[in-house]
């Protein structure tokens, strides 16, 4: 079974510029969610969607985070215009089902870096 | 403050060592408790899941919850080379449990 792939990376892009993160969770999970780390700081809940609907967006930082998930499969977070201070780690994970005890499997990270 | 906070180390062991790790919080309404562990440039793995009180073990591994402390840890027993990472705690309230509040990580170096 694959698991929770990211794409790219690692971007570098300039302040000001728009970037768009890709997560595809493992097949057959309902569940995603978006996190990230930026430089020091512990890793952050971001929103977390089921199926294609948005269950939990209360750590989505500004309107300059946008999520997406069309279709329930792979997920989009677009981030326009970019600030420096949005550098940082974007891991995303899903679970097979939204019970406490199913698992958050957690993909590799894309590195942001905003110059 | 933050929710829930975390040594970060870097701790060095001898192989072999028990290896201790900790993390406290605030919100007393965390219910479920994770340990989670991170390889360089990797996803944080799932290690150890708990629901509120008590202790868990697993192979090496012995997690431990204290709620009247808001503490919890993680005990590793003859650790290994293969243990060097970082070890992250996170922990969730039952009211929003697909939420996680993580700590900052600490980073375990053992020592062949």
């Known amino acids: 079974e694959a698991g929770v792939t990211q794409f790219p990376s690692h971007s570098v892009i300039e302040k000001g510029q728009t970037v768009t993160l890709r997560c595809d969770p493992i097949?057959?999970?309902?569940?995603l969610y978006w996190y990230r780390r930026v430089m020091g700081k512990e890793i952050k809940f971001l929103l977390h969607?089921?199926?294609?609907?948005?269950?939990?967006e209360s750590g989505m930082p500004n309107n300059r985070f946008l999520a997406e998930r069309t279709g329930g499969t792979y997920s989009t977070l677009k981030v326009q215009p970019a600030e420096l201070e949005d550098s940082g780690v974007y891991f995303c994970?899903?679970?097979?089902?939204?019970?406490?005890?199913?698992?958050?499997?957690f993909g590799p990270g894309t590195r942001l870096t905003v110059l | 403050q933050k929710e829930v906070e975390q040594d970060p180390g870097p701790l060095s062991v001898p192989e072999g060592a028990i290896v201790s790790l900790n993390c406290t919080y605030s919100?007393?309404?965390?219910?479920?408790f994770m340990w989670y562990r991170q390889y360089s440039r990797k996803g944080p793995e799932l290690l150890m899941y708990?629901?509120?009180?008590g202790n868990k073990e697993d192979g090496r591994f012995t997690a431990q919850v204290d709620k009247s402390s808001k503490y919890i840890s993680l005990f590793i027993r003859d650790s290994q080379p293969s243990d060097s990472a970082t070890y992250l705690c996170?922990?969730?309230?039952?009211?929003?449990?697909?939420?996680?509040?993580f700590g900052s990580g600490t980073k375990l170096n053992v020592k062949p």
């Open positions: 969607f089921v199926k294609e609907s948005k269950q939990d």
């Open positions: 994970a899903s679970s097979r089902g939204g019970l406490a005890w199913d698992t958050q499997y």
């Open positions: 097949s057959g999970h309902d569940n």
């Open positions: 996170a922990m969730s309230a039952a009211r929003n449990f697909n939420k996680f509040y």
């Open positions: 708990t629901y509120s009180s």
């Open positions: 919100n007393s309404a965390f219910q479920y």
